[in-house]
């Protein structure tokens, strides 16, 4: 199996920054892709960040320019950097890794606040 750890969430105000951090384990070599999804209150769980294996990324228009998805191939380890955070950047951010072995994995979840 996979598991996915996830770090780095907190309270922030208005136009700070975080980082997330996601550790892979198990049959972390099985890992063709990596995102970043994130779901506030009453509103659906939306993709915000993904990079293959080949290390091209995707980015929704929401964070463009703002948050970047990095990986450390090493260690197994993905990460988001947020910048410039908005109170709409509040939700839980989730980290999701597509797996040939095992499908889609998802990690338990980290809380990222953004106060005005």
């Known amino acids: 199996q996979v598991q996915l750890v996830e770090s780095g969430g907190g309270l922030v105000q208005a136009g700070g920054s975080l980082s997330l951090s996601c550790a892979a384990s198990?049959?972390?070599?099985?890992?063709?892709?990596m995102a970043w999804y994130r779901q506030a209150p009453g509103k659906q769980r939306e993709l915000v960040a993904s990079?293959?294996?080949?290390?091209?990324?995707n980015y929704a228009d929401s964070v463009k320019g703002r948050f970047t998805i990095s990986r450390d191939n090493f260690e197994n380890t993905w990460f988001l950097r947020m910048i410039s955070l908005k109170p709409e950047d509040t939700a839980v951010y989730y980290c999701?890794?597509?797996?040939?072995?095992?499908?889609?994995?998802w990690g338990q979840g980290t809380q990222v606040t953004v106060s005005s």
């Open positions: 999701n890794a597509d797996s040939f072995l095992h499908g889609p994995i």
């Open positions: 198990g049959s972390a070599f099985s890992i063709r892709a």
């Open positions: 990079i293959n294996e080949g290390g091209v990324t």
